[in-house]
């Protein structure tokens, strides 16, 4: 029996179109606008002016708190503007615009492909320098990776868990870095786990990638305390209360974070990040996406530097199919529809998902016939269609008793719903308010 | 570019679900048992069926159009499951106009006072059917005697249940081991050649359908079990203190409409709790008193009450009944 989470869960198709197309290089555009907020947390404070020359891998905004990142240039070339454009989200927020000039990289970024096995930095150290490179999650929450790495006082950390897991369909960024990048990525869980001063990590991995648990059982047998932990293909297998539950049995409690069990959650990516920042001294300027969709021509995996356009990994794949209806940052579950393709790919941009018209159009909401499918799938435990329900009533009272802010947007509900009622976009207002009320009361 | 895209929330799929496609599935799983009545009922059957399916489609359809004025939604295949449902538990020997006030009382009354599909706190087919029970005693209780294919439609012959023969046996004293011997055989029963409703005779055909919404996920196993393993046990129980004035569990889950309610109506999307552990509740709850209401009550068969007083307590057990939690602190 292959581990898994206990409580609901779908399997919707897979669709991994682009899992044989390995990684390659995306062209560098003429300019990139790069977002001083692309994480969770404070924005950044830019720390450059029009008319500055930078070079890859210079600080470009300063991270203003604990809980937020430094930005880099991900290019070479003279700083155009510091302005207010759109960014994925739909609001216009500040960027540093590059006009591209060359590629020059600053000197003590090593760019040679060689494996550096040994960890000469101290935890100090490994802290500081993943925190100085900008590494957010890169599994799309992009959450500060060196905050979860400074495990506060009173909680100790007892396993490293690095989420492999790419539950969401479509995608392979993850599935394709495991494979080319295999060694780097077990050097990178190396790091981590000095970092955290656990000799444990477990990688979880679904089932639907074989190749890539044949491919890294095999490397982690040179590493010591690194097991691969292959899981059933159910999402949200990713979600990271759910791959705790499946690979180490503890359940997070509600409101709380993995560190409560003892836990820490990496996604794969940020792993190699982590890797190229301690041993490469490299920030995190450049990442891998998926571009995919069953009528475009091209489903691939790209590697492009942060602030590089959406229109521009579009072309490399083939450009945008006639039917499309929606353009998906992320995968199709839990990804955010664009409005635009000129907006810029960051640090969170997992993949490109172009899904056609009659795939992603909503049908017509019918009553409930309270089939309780949602309830089965919910992987919290909820009652979508009753939080449903009294968010239209507002009932935040009951919303708060019933837990609301459990859920984790997974959108199994949303997904399952025979009657087609769009339940967690109910849940969400009712999340945000409750949200509201609850920090008032604090 | 000026393709105008869609800017929507997560998730951006569906899984293609949709209420036909649950409602149609239960009226596939419902083909073997309709299959063995008509074999064993003939035309009977056939006339009760076309009768009670028309019938509800057009009350459904005339109080959808004319009365509350809004969206004619008879397409949704609710309308269908209730009309067979509805034949399946009457005997098939009944006039038509009697199917005919049944249908109006199930849909009209049973389904869209509440506002229609979903909305709904009784089974429909179960208000229908109690309703011509206590309207129409005789008609309802004289089960025609299998002919085979050929049976006709209002002129049979016709007997009695076994659960009424155990009933009134016991009643005047005789003792269940003689009884025993007026009823059909296990397997007979099992296959259906008994006295008794359209659709509940054939237990073989009832499971046949239930395994198919099984593994559609249709249904899940939670109410059938626990209806059927409940009176399994509570029936054993009683079975086992006084073998001389109690059946056992396999008489009691094989006669009657238990299978047919276990499976086809205490199922019932609309009427029934929403988390496993509410269908576990429910199910027992049905399971307890059908066997109270066969054992000690009036009626020789409990199942319909059984199913519509548990409906009751459905909106109770939703409210009080929660599933579990992910990372619930254990008290």
């Known amino acids: ?442 | 570019m000026n393709t105008k895209v869609l800017v929507a929330p997560s998730p951006h799929v569906h899984s293609g679900d949709s209420i036909q496609k649950n409602m149609y599935g239960v009226v596939f799983a419902m083909l073997p048992a309709l299959l063995f009545s008509f074999f064993y009922f003939g035309l009977g059957a056939l006339v009760v069926t076309l009768t009670a399916v028309a019938s509800c489609y057009l009350f459904e359809f005339l109080i959808q159009k004319y009365i509350l004025k809004t969206e004619v939604s008879i397409n949704d295949g609710s309308a269908l499951i209730t009309g067979i449902l509805l034949a399946f538990n009457v005997p098939s020997n009944l006039p038509i106009w009697i199917i005919m006030i049944g249908a109006l009382v199930a849909i009209g009354i049973g389904k869209m006072t509440f506002g229609g599909l979903g909305n709904n706190v009784f089974n429909p087919a179960l208000v229908g059917r109690v309703f011509l029970l206590i309207s129409f005693p005789v008609q309802m209780t004289s089960w025609p005697v299998s002919k085979g294919l050929t049976s006709g439609y209002i002129d049979v012959e016709t007997g009695a249940t076994p659960l009424a023969i155990i009933k009134e046996g016991l009643k005047s004293g005789q003792s269940l081991s003689s009884l025993m011997d007026k009823i059909p055989s296990n397997m007979d029963m099992f296959l259906g050649n008994m006295g008794g409703s359209m659709g509940e005779i054939a237990g073989a055909a009832l499971v046949l359908g239930l395994i198919y919404m099984l593994i559609r996920k249709i249904i899940t196993w939670h109410i059938p079990v626990a209806v059927i393993g409940s009176v399994a046990i509570l029936t054993g129980i009683l079975h086992m203190v006084d073998p001389e004035a109690y059946a056992g569990p396999v008489f009691h889950i094989l006669t009657g409409g238990l299978l047919l309610g276990a499976i086809f109506m205490a199922t019932d999307y609309v009427t029934s709790p929403m988390s496993n552990k509410g269908m576990i509740i429910y199910g027992v709850g049905i399971g307890v008193l059908t066997v109270v209401i066969r054992v000690f009550g009036a009626y020789p068969e409990g199942v319909s009450f059984a199913i519509l007083i548990m409906n009751a307590f459905v909106p109770l057990i939703n409210v009080y009944v929660k599933p579990k939690r992910f990372g619930e602190k254990r008290k």
């Not at chain 1, 995306?26 to 950044?44: E, F």
């Not at chain 1, 890859?56 to 203003?64: F, N, R, Y």
């Not at chain 1, 539950?245 to 990516?269: C, D, F, M, Y």
């Not at chain 1, 969400?428 to 308010?433: I, N, Y």
């Open chain 1, 1 to 442: 029996m292959l581990k898994t989470f206990s409580i609901g869960g779908i399997h919707p198709a897979e669709n991994k179109l682009s899992a044989e197309s390995a990684i390659q290089a995306l062209p560098i555009p003429q300019m990139v606008s790069i977002p001083i907020s692309q994480h969770i947390g404070a924005p950044a404070t830019p720390i450059v002016k029009k008319g500055d020359e930078v070079k890859v891998g210079q600080l470009i905004a300063k991270s203003s708190g604990f809980v937020s990142a430094n930005i880099h240039s991900s290019v070479s070339g003279t700083v155009f503007k510091v302005d207010d454009i759109m960014d994925a989200s739909g609001f216009r927020r500040t960027s540093v615009i590059i006009k591209v000039d060359g590629d020059e990289w600053l000197e003590h970024i090593d760019r040679s492909e060689e494996l550096v096995k040994e960890i000469s930095a101290s935890k100090e150290e490994i802290i500081k320098r993943v925190g100085d490179a900008g590494i957010v999650g890169l599994g799309g929450a992009t959450f500060p990776a060196h905050v979860k790495l400074s495990v506060p006082p009173g909680k100790t950390a007892e396993v490293l868990i690095i989420n492999a897991v790419e539950c969401e369909p479509y995608l392979t960024s993850d599935h394709r870095i495991m494979l080319e990048k295999g060694d780097e990525v077990l050097v990178g869980t190396q790091i981590l786990m000095k970092a955290l001063e656990v000799n444990k990590a477990i990688i979880g991995i679904e089932n639907n990638k074989p190749d890539a648990i044949a491919h890294l059982t095999k490397l982690a047998a040179n590493y010591q305390g690194i097991e691969i932990c292959p899981l059933k293909t159910q999402y949200p297998q990713g979600g990271e209360k759910q791959l705790i539950a499946a690979t180490i049995k503890r359940e997070v409690p509600s409101g709380a974070l993995p560190i409560e069990v003892g836990a820490v959650v990496q996604n794969v990516g940020t792993a190699f990040a982590v890797y190229e920042a301690v041993q490469k001294n490299k920030p995190l300027i450049e990442r891998v996406a998926t571009i995919t969709g069953k009528s475009l021509k091209n489903p691939s995996n790209w590697l492009f530097r942060i602030g590089t356009p959406v229109k521009d990994i579009i072309e490399a794949a083939g450009g945008m199919p006639e039917d499309t209806g929606k353009i998906v940052g992320g995968g199709p579950m839990m990804g955010k529809a664009l409005s635009s393709i000129d907006v810029p790919l960051t640090k969170g941009s997992s993949g490109l998902l172009l899904l056609p018209r009659e795939e992603t159009a909503r049908k017509a909401t019918k009553a409930c016939i309270r089939c309780g499918k949602c309830v089965s799938v919910c992987p919290m435990g909820l009652e979508p269609y009753l939080l449903m329900v009294c968010a239209d009533k507002k009932d935040y009272e009951r919303l708060e008793k019933d837990a609301v802010m459990d859920c984790i947007e997974c959108g199994s509900c949303s997904f399952t719903c025979p009657a087609n009622r769009p339940l967690l976009d109910y849940i969400r207002l009712g999340k945000g308010k409750v949200g509201q009320i609850m920090r008032a009361r604090k």
